[in-house]
């Protein structure tokens, strides 16, 4: 006696599933693109994440030929301004908030003759070093 009884067991797989050759001529078309859009979806990734890491914002829009305007066009104050002193300010937080950026805190200090910052108070910042 078999052990199957005379049956063959046919396992549920696409190989034993009875397809029309348009079906299979379909299913190979859908393959193929589904293979080639995620293979262009992988090249194509990393190249945006790298271009929009790698792009930085400009802050001017137009450049004039003084250059004071071009302080107005960043949203700088003037080269030489007044800024009131606020509470728990230094010269890096006041460049930090002026400027944009911490690193201008030694030439406004200087500019100042690295006077003690009190509440209230007024300091020159020039957002050049």
Request: net charge positive; glycine share 10%; aromatic share 12%.
């Given at each position: 006696m078999s052990d199957n009884n005379g049956f063959k067991?046919?396992?549920l797989s696409p190989e034993n599933y009875f397809y029309s050759p348009?079906?299979?001529r379909s299913l190979v078309k859908f393959k193929?693109?589904?293979a080639v859009l995620y293979l262009m979806l992988l090249a194509a990734v990393p190249a945006l994440l790298y271009?929009?890491?790698?792009q930085t914002p400009s802050l001017i829009k137009?450049?004039?030929?003084?250059?004071t305007s071009i302080y107005l066009e960043r949203g700088l104050p003037d080269p030489r301004s007044?800024?009131?002193i606020l509470k728990n300010d230094s010269y890096w937080k006041i460049s930090k908030r002026v400027c944009g950026e911490g690193k201008y805190y030694l030439s406004i200090s200087g500019l100042n003759e690295n006077k003690?910052?009190?509440?209230?108070?007024?300091?020159?910042v020039s957002c050049n070093l």
């Open positions: 067991i046919k396992y348009y079906k299979k193929t693109l589904g271009t929009w890491g790698t137009a450049v004039s030929s003084t250059s007044d800024v009131k003690p910052l009190y509440r209230g108070d007024s300091v020159l």
